[in-house]
């Protein structure tokens, strides 16, 4: 009897939480537009890009059914905002002096790709396509350098303007 108690009580629980959902997550870094209108990118990264990093990192997130039932939705809603609050493909700033940059952001994207740091674990299990193999991380850790090289030219400098994350 018990048992039947918990397991009802349980459902109710379920059921109520999902008249609770989180606010849709909100950009707070700088924009200047999407970074395609600032940075060339090939065909082949942008698909890569889309696949495996978008959905986190960009106003284009694709939500799965499972991503409106609660408490996995609170769940995803801040893996989104934290995504977007370190890099976010829609909202790309030109500004070579405000910290993240564009060369830092560039380098960050190669780095983490590297240290299997992105995508988490978590994103790979349920997102086959964003389990990138050592060559599809090499054509994007390729593109981030010929960026970085392009935006140091054109600005003169050289070098990252501060290597740290928050």
């Not at 870094?29 to 890009?49: F, I, K, T």
């Not at 054509?139 to 400098?157: N, P, Y």
């Amino acid at each position: 009897m018990k048992k039947r108690a918990a397991i009802v009580a349980g459902a109710l629980l379920l059921i109520g939480l999902q008249f609770f959902q989180p606010d849709e997550p909100i950009p707070t870094l700088p924009g200047d537009g999407p970074m395609e209108q600032h940075v060339a990118v090939p065909q082949e990264v942008d698909r890569l890009l889309r696949a495996a990093c978008y959905d986190c990192h960009s106003g284009e997130t694709r939500w799965p059914w499972y991503a409106r039932v609660s408490p996995v939705s609170w769940l995803i809603a801040e893996d989104i905002q934290h995504g977007r609050s370190n890099l976010d493909f829609s909202r790309w700033s030109t500004d070579p002096v405000r910290e993240p940059t564009p060369v830092q952001r560039l380098s960050w994207i190669c780095r983490d790709l590297r240290d299997g740091i992105m995508a988490p674990w978590s994103y790979r299990l349920m997102h086959s396509e964003a389990r990138l193999t050592p060559e599809q991380q090499e054509v994007i850790c390729a593109w981030t350098q010929r960026a970085v090289k392009e935006i140091e030219s054109a600005s003169g400098a050289s070098g990252l303007q501060g290597d740290g994350r928050e």
